[in-house]
């Protein structure tokens, strides 16, 4: 296996910010993925919905453990790196859409599809907007980066288009303690291996790496620097939220007055 990964590494002029690879990959692929939303919501029922979503899960894993095999074998030539380890905010809907088949309860379902749906949005745009942790120096990681968040997009778009998520501007809070959960859990990662992983980028050893948030570190000290962020993350989420909600329900309308006044498809 390792044999095999390592001839796939090939390598690449690591792309600028912005340049025409980057804008024309993110267009196209921000295109497609609202596209085969809206073609997948319209012809899907809710039920089959669910199960594309593990599937998308099944593909979002199969990449990640091959990016991993990829980072330890290639780029860490043997040694395991945990600042790549998988539980940042933008690896949550790769868990979430696997165990979404083996929950049986509507409400509990309906606020994970919310979660996936707002932050999955929020997580997906922010990256493709500011992708320099996206372009590597190898094709497969810079494909596989920019292609895992427009996966995003189109898994949010998929449920609020599929109506799968919690329905009103009050159901965002119900996602807030599912983010807290994972943040405590990124918290108990970061600690554990005292730094070397930074998950949700709130290790507490070092500034906050994104951009804005390092200078806030850095100038009025870590702890407030991670809390302004994980702050701008609830109101980012709450703003997808609040633009895809009205979305959902235009869309929803339109399919009810298109089908003669039919109810929207069962659960």
């Given at each position: 296996?390792?044999?095999?990964?390592?001839?796939?590494?090939?390598?690449?002029?690591?792309?600028?910010?912005?340049?025409?690879?980057?804008?024309?990959?993110?267009?196209?692929?921000?295109?497609?993925?609202?596209?085969?939303?809206?073609?997948?919501?319209?012809?899907?029922?809710?039920?089959?919905?669910?199960?594309?979503?593990?599937?998308?899960?099944?593909?979002?894993?199969?990449?990640?453990?091959?990016?991993?095999?990829?980072?330890?074998?290639?780029?860490?030539?043997?040694?395991?790196?945990?600042?790549?380890?998988?539980?940042?905010?933008?690896?949550?809907?790769?868990?979430?859409?696997?165990?979404?088949?083996?929950?049986?309860?509507?409400?509990?379902?309906?606020?994970?599809?919310?979660?996936?749906?707002?932050?999955?949005?929020?997580?997906?745009?922010?990256?493709?907007?500011?992708?320099?942790g996206l372009l590597q120096p190898y094709w497969f990681l810079t494909l596989h980066g920019l292609s895992w968040h427009i996966?995003?997009?189109?898994?949010?778009?998929?449920?609020?288009?599929?109506?799968?998520?919690?329905?009103?501007?009050?159901?965002?809070?119900?996602?807030?303690?599912?983010?807290?959960?994972?943040?405590?859990?990124?918290?108990?990662?970061?600690?554990?291996?005292?730094?070397?992983?930074?998950?949700?980028?709130?290790?507490?050893?070092?500034?906050?790496?994104?951009?804005?948030?390092?200078?806030?570190?850095?100038?009025?000290?870590?702890?407030?620097?991670?809390?302004?962020?994980?702050?701008?993350?609830?109101?980012?989420?709450?703003?997808?939220?609040?633009?895809?909600?009205?979305?959902?329900?235009?869309?929803?309308?339109?399919?009810?007055?298109?089908?003669?006044?039919?109810?929207?498809?069962?659960?």
């Amino acid at each position: 296996m390792q044999h095999w990964i390592e001839q796939t590494a090939l390598p690449m002029t690591v792309p600028a910010p912005y340049s025409p690879f980057h804008l024309l990959f993110s267009l196209i692929g921000i295109l497609l993925a609202v596209f085969f939303a809206y073609i997948f919501s319209r012809h899907l029922q809710k039920k089959q919905l669910k199960i594309l979503l593990f599937f998308c899960g099944i593909l979002l894993a199969f990449s990640e453990v091959y990016k991993q095999l990829f980072l330890y074998y290639v780029v860490g030539q043997g040694c395991y790196d945990w600042w790549y380890f998988p539980f940042q905010l933008c690896s949550l809907p790769m868990y979430l859409c696997l165990i979404l088949p083996f929950l049986h309860s509507v409400p509990v379902c309906q606020t994970i599809c919310t979660f996936m749906q707002d932050f999955g949005l929020l997580g997906g745009i922010m990256a493709l907007a500011e992708p320099t942790g996206l372009l590597q120096p190898y094709w497969f990681l810079t494909l596989h980066g920019l292609s895992w968040h427009i996966m995003l997009v189109f898994i949010s778009l998929l449920i609020c288009l599929g109506d799968l998520s919690q329905s009103g501007s009050s159901s965002y809070l119900h996602t807030l303690p599912m983010l807290a959960i994972f943040c405590i859990i990124a918290t108990i990662i970061n600690l554990a291996t005292g730094g070397r992983a930074d998950m949700f980028y709130i290790a507490p050893y070092y500034p906050v790496t994104q951009i804005i948030f390092h200078f806030i570190s850095i100038h009025c000290g870590i702890a407030v620097g991670i809390m302004l962020y994980l702050i701008s993350i609830c109101i980012g989420g709450f703003l997808c939220h609040a633009v895809l909600e009205k979305e959902k329900q235009l869309y929803v309308r339109k399919r009810i007055k298109g089908k003669g006044g039919a109810g929207p498809s069962k659960s």
